[in-house]
């Protein structure tokens, strides 16, 4: 072999298929979640370099992306799956940019025989794309040895194993859970090449994600309600039934809906700075300060 | 002599790669894929068997071939056909139509079959496929 690379060939090599730009862009829009973030730039790495071992000769069997995202609700795994499918088209891994999102509903039959054509269905038409299956863990119950969903796994594992040049497929679902279906179904984990861990937001993560996601939607929180915010998240962490990000969404909702209510209140001239600005009292009104002060005096009560 | 039925059918047989472009070029233009195979030959035989649904929402090629392949693998002695069927408004009819598989290169052809009528005043022809002298399921 004569020829050689010079690192930067590959970096122009990355930068010709524009991944780099879609990384940007999860970086800009998915905040925190790093060692997924990780994860995804070496696959695209992965990716690059195989490619170009195979335009020298030396490539080898093709690899295996099939991957599973586990982690707490709310820790953005269906977000990250829908990159997935424009990352792998981009690399030219998948033939088209597209996603199936399919759950257990979806996939398993209610009576023997309408598993396998529903199964199959739903594969057929994530072909040349990526299938996210979301709750994957659901497809298999333990305590009903008899359920349909065994069969829906048995279908997918075949699939996923001679069909890996059609179709990337893609599980999600809790950590506790998931990690109790791969040890019932050890031939899953070890066809799955890429387990990714979900890691939970921190408060200040969480502090500019509902930054974000208030700039999306074209409103602005002042100076007072920034504060006020911050308070609530660190209040809200605490409390149970807390889902990361998908939480700070609904708060985000319900702050938008008193903010409707105090424009109506108030009536008179409304100026398009009104119709923006999530003010304090919007904030400060939630319940969530209640709940969090009684679970404090509450501690102290305890027996 | 070879069966000539349907687009493709003067030109040598399509290969796997082929057959898949063609499938690809169907679902480009928003038609959806059904197969469907037979052991009758007979060109008025219209009523192929379907081998599964037809496949509507489809993405990509890689999922026809998949049951393609399944039918071949069932049927190796029957012939196989790929169809288009576009479901726009003003067509809602089958666009295109392709034998994709053939049990052989060589099919034995067809019988001319005379009729007597009126009391053997008329006669009245028909073509009569020589493989359907067998029960079905043994004719390739």
């Known amino acids: 072999m004569t020829e050689t690379l010079h690192s930067a060939d590959l970096q122009a090599l990355l930068q010709e298929t524009g991944v780099p730009e879609v990384l940007e862009r999860l970086d800009r829009e998915l905040i925190g979640l790093a060692p997924v973030k990780g994860r995804i730039r070496e696959i695209a790495a992965y990716l690059v370099v195989d490619k170009l071992r195979r335009e020298l000769g030396l490539g080898g069997s093709r690899p295996v992306l099939h ?17 997935m499918a424009t990352i792998l088209h981009r690399l030219g891994y998948i033939r088209r940019d597209h996603l199936v999102v399919a759950s257990r509903d979806d996939l398993v039959g209610q009576y023997i025989g309408h598993t396998a054509p529903k199964t199959k269905e739903i594969l057929k038409r994530a072909m040349g794309g990526v299938l996210f299956i979301d709750e994957a863990y659901s497809l298999y119950r333990s305590e009903n040895e008899r359920d349909y969903g065994q069969e829906t796994i048995e279908i ?8 890996r040049e059609d179709l990337v497929v893609v599980l999600a679902g809790y950590a506790d859970k998931m990690e109790q279906f791969f040890s019932l179904n050890p031939g899953m984990r070890s066809r799955i090449a890429h387990h990714i861990q979900f890691p939970d937001y921190t408060e200040a993560e969480l502090v500019a994600i509902g930054q974000l996601m208030l700039t999306e939607q074209n409103y602005y929180l002042d100076e007072a309600a920034a504060q006020a915010f911050a308070e609530y998240v660190a209040c809200r962490m605490r409390l149970p ?42 904030i400060r009104a939630s319940q969530v300060f209640k709940d969090c002060a009684e679970l404090e005096q509450g501690g102290h009560h305890a027996p | 002599m070879r069966i000539h039925q349907g687009t493709f059918s003067f030109l040598p047989d399509l290969t796997d790669e082929q057959i898949e472009r063609q499938i690809d070029y169907i679902l480009r233009n928003g038609w959806s894929v ?6 009758d030959p007979h060109p008025y035989n219209n009523y192929w068997l379907m081998w599964g649904l037809p496949m509507f929402d489809l993405k990509d090629a890689a999922g026809a071939m998949f049951e393609f392949k399944k039918c071949r693998e069932a049927f190796p002695n029957h012939y196989i056909k790929i169809n288009g069927f576009d479901p726009s408004p003003m067509w809602q009819a089958q ?5 994709a598989h053939r049990p052989t290169q060589d099919d034995p052809g067809f019988r001319l079959k005379r009729t007597l009528w009126s009391d053997g005043r008329v006669q009245k022809y028909g073509l009569e496929p020589y493989a359907t002298d067998k029960p079905a399921g043994e004719r390739y």
């Open chain 1, 67 to 83: 991957m599973a995202f586990t982690g707490n609700p709310g820790t953005g795994k269906t977000t990250v799956a829908m990159r």
């Open chain 1, 156 to 163: 997918l594992l075949q699939v996923m194993e001679n069909q």
């Open chain 2, 95 to 99: 666009r295109v139509s392709f034998i």
């Open chain 2, 34 to 39: 059904s197969i469907e195979y037979t052991d």
């Open chain 1, 241 to 282: 039934n807390f889902a990361n990000a998908r939480s700070i969404r609904n708060a985000i909702d319900r702050f938008k809906l008193r903010q409707a209510r105090r424009l109506f209140e108030r009536g008179g001239q409304v100026t398009p700075d009104d119709l923006r600005r999530i003010a304090e009292e919007d």
